[in-house]
């Protein structure tokens, strides 16, 4: 199935399932079921305390004040790679993309049989980042008075309601911490399993599968195809991406051995430029270690992206919030500027597929 085939699918589906429910919203609703083209959201009354156990000791609330700062790293940190994405972009387009920005669409700008990878790692980060937020709220005396799960699309979502009136007559300190815990989380996630990304996937892996070639150079010429895996060179056992090239000699015939459409093959190849020529990947034998690789790096991806983006002031993320309490009353104007000029910044180093 291709992209377009996926796509055209979802929205008959969405669309079918839209007509139907619309036909019962107002027994949805009172359910707390509320249906739109392309959205629906299912509120629940919660219980007014999470975890409370855990959530007033003196642990949790150092944990906190530690996702007080962490918000604010990522603001930071998400305004300065705002900046250099579009100095990428725009100054030296032809330099390094590290800093590009790009929407996550299954399909279009990631493969699209990494999709449930990346809905599942969406859904867990962001069922986590608004537990967090209602954990917090129980930690400092404010009731939580609904919450529950949403599908825009494909993607999924959570929310949860602290008390308003609570809220407000909260000390602001209580409010930041409130606001800056599903930041913190997210940004505690993404360092979680970015180690797990250096050093869990590597142990997992069991080769290294060609998933690009180079024009004119040795597995280009070999007619080695997309999709073989190099499991040693010159007798050495290959089991990360990173191995190839340190085996490989410059000066003498090389000795590759590799999977095949499922059968060993060994070619003799000549490097004088110490390259194959390949873009490689790691290679897990089973499926079970392959989507386990899979999901944590969409977790890392996911909630790094959380963690950056959702610290902006950018009108209705965590980080606009946590700049009016900052601010107060007499600064909301300048929020809303800043949330503007933060948008264009957005805006400006946005990769779209194509450009």
């Known amino acids: 199935m291709n992209a377009l085939d996926f796509f055209v699918i979802i929205t008959v589906v969405w669309l079918t399932a839209f007509l139907v429910l619309y036909l019962k919203r107002d027994e949805l609703k009172t359910r707390g079921i509320t249906v739109y083209p392309f959205f629906i959201m299912v509120r629940r009354d919660s219980r007014s305390e999470w975890f409370p156990s855990v959530t007033r000791t003196k ?3 150092a944990l906190e004040w530690a996702f007080l700062g962490l918000s604010f790293a990522s603001s930071g940190l998400g305004f300065w790679l705002l900046i250099e994405a579009i100095y990428n972009k725009y100054v030296t387009p032809a330099g390094p993309l590290e800093a590009s920005i790009t929407p996550i669409i299954p399909g279009i700008t990631t493969p699209l049989d990494q999709a449930p990878y990346i809905l599942l790692a969406i859904a867990v980060s962001v069922t986590l980042h608004e537990l967090m937020h209602a954990m917090s709220s129980t930690s400092n005396g404010i009731k939580v008075r609904g919450g529950g799960i949403l599908l825009i699309y494909i993607f999924p979502g ?21 606001i800056a815990a599903g930041i913190g989380v997210n940004f505690v996630l993404a360092l979680l399993f970015l180690a797990l990304m250096s050093y869990a996937v590597p142990a997992m892996s069991q080769g290294a599968q060609i998933v690009g070639l180079v024009k004119d150079y040795p597995a280009y010429n070999a007619s080695i195809p997309v999709g073989s895996v190099i499991l040693a060179v010159n007798g050495h056992k290959i089991t990360v991406p990173s191995q190839v090239d340190s085996f490989l000699s410059k000066t003498e015939p090389n000795n590759v051995t590799l999977l095949i459409n499922g059968s060993l093959v060994t070619k003799t190849l000549f490097t004088p430029l110490g390259k194959l020529g390949v873009y490689l990947d790691y290679y897990f034998p089973s499926s079970i270690e392959q989507g386990l690789a899979y999901f944590i790096v969409w977790m890392y991806i996911i909630n790094f992206s959380l963690a950056l983006i959702n610290a902006l002031p950018l009108f209705i993320t965590d ?9 107060g009353p007499q600064g909301q104007k300048t929020v809303v500027y800043l949330s503007g000029g933060t948008l264009l910044l957005l805006l400006l180093a946005l990769r779209l597929p194509g450009t």
């Open 59 to 61: 642990a949790f609330k």
């Open 158 to 178: 959570a929310f949860v309601e602290p008390d308003e009136q609570e809220f407000k007559k909260a000390e602001k300190m209580k409010r930041l911490k409130v």
């Open 319 to 327: 980080g606009a919030k946590l700049f009016s309490e900052l601010l």
